[in-house]
Antibody, heavy 116, light 107 residues
Framework: QVQLVQSGVEVKKPGASVKVSCKASGYTFTRHGISWVRQAPGQGLEWMGWISVYNGKTNYAQKIQGRVTMTTDTSTSTAYMELRSLRSDDTAVYYC?????????WGQGTLVTVSS | DIQMTQSPSSLSAFVGDRVTITCRASQSIINYLNWYQQKPGKAPKLLIDAASSLQSGVPSRFSGSGSGTDFTLTISSLQPEDFATYYCQQSYNTPRTFGQGTKVEIK
C-alpha cells in the first residue's frame, strides 16, 4: 500500500531553517511527483510547490519562492522540503502529498513551530 | 492566482440529510477541480477529481458536478463519519489553490 511517512515535530527560532522529510513506499517513486502543502493552526490549506521526482523540475508558489527548496533522493525514495528564514507565520503543519494536479496520498503531517 | 470561494463556510445538518457545498472559481477552470475531506488532526483525503470522478473506495453518496467556474459537492445522505471539513482545489494552473473550507457539523 502507498505510504508517505514524514519526519517529526520541529521547533525553530525566527530566522532559522527547517528541513522536513517524506519517505515514500508502496509505489514506484520516480513515477509521481511530490507536492508540499501547509496548514497554519485553524486555517485552510496552502500549496507550497511541487517537485518532479523523475527529473528534479520544481514549481514553487511565488509567496515562498526564494526561501524554499524541494529535493528528492531516489536511492531512499525520500522527498525533502527546506524552508529558510523562518518567521512566526510559517508555524504550520506541513504535508507532503503525491501528485501535481490532485493529491491522492498524503503524509501524516509535520508540525513546525517558529517561536523565539 | 485563481481564487476559490466556498459556501457556506460552515453548516449544521442531521444524519440522513442531503448536503450541498458550492465552490466558485475566479475564472474558468474547465473541470480541473478536486474535492478533499479533512477530519481533525488528520491529513486531507481526496474524494473527487476532475469535478465529478469519484476516487476508488469513496462511498457513492458523495458526488461532484459543475464546470467552468461553478462546482458542487453533494452528500446524498449524511452519515456520522462525514462530519468533517471539505475543501475544493483547482488544478487548472499554478499555484494550486484551495477554497477556505466548509465545516460540516452535527445538528
Amino acid at each position: 500500500q502507498v505510504q508517505l511517512v514524514q519526519s517529526g515535530v520541529e521547533v525553530k527560532k525566527p530566522g532559522a531553517s527547517v528541513k522536513v522529510s517524506c519517505k515514500a513506499s508502496g509505489y514506484t517513486f520516480t513515477r509521481h511527483g511530490i507536492s508540499w502543502v501547509r496548514q497554519a493552526p485553524g486555517q485552510g490549506l496552502e500549496w507550497m510547490g511541487w517537485i518532479s521526482v523523475y527529473n528534479g523540475k520544481t514549481n514553487y508558489a511565488q509567496k515562498i519562492q526564494g526561501r524554499v527548496t524541494m529535493t528528492t533522493d531516489t536511492s531512499t525514495s525520500t522527498a525533502y522540503m527546506e524552508l529558510r528564514s523562518l518567521r512566526s507565520d510559517d508555524t504550520a503543519v506541513y504535508y507532503c502529498a503525491r501528485g501535481f494536479a490532485d493529491f491522492d496520498y498524503w503524509g501524516q503531517g509535520t508540525l513546525v513551530t517558529v517561536s523565539s | 492566482d485563481i481564487q476559490m470561494t466556498q459556501s457556506p463556510s460552515s453548516l449544521s445538518a442531521f444524519v440522513g440529510d442531503r448536503v450541498t457545498i458550492t465552490c466558485r472559481a475566479s475564472q474558468s477552470i474547465i473541470n480541473y477541480l478536486n474535492w478533499y475531506q479533512q477530519k481533525p488532526g488528520k491529513a486531507p483525503k481526496l474524494l473527487i477529481d476532475a469535478a465529478s470522478s469519484l476516487q476508488s473506495g469513496v462511498p457513492s453518496r458523495f458526488s461532484g458536478s459543475g464546470s467552468g467556474t461553478d462546482f458542487t459537492l453533494t452528500i446524498s445522505s449524511l452519515q456520522p463519519e462525514d462530519f468533517a471539513t471539505y475543501y475544493c482545489q483547482q488544478s487548472y494552473n499554478t499555484p494550486r489553490t484551495f477554497g477556505q473550507g466548509t465545516k460540516v457539523e452535527i445538528k
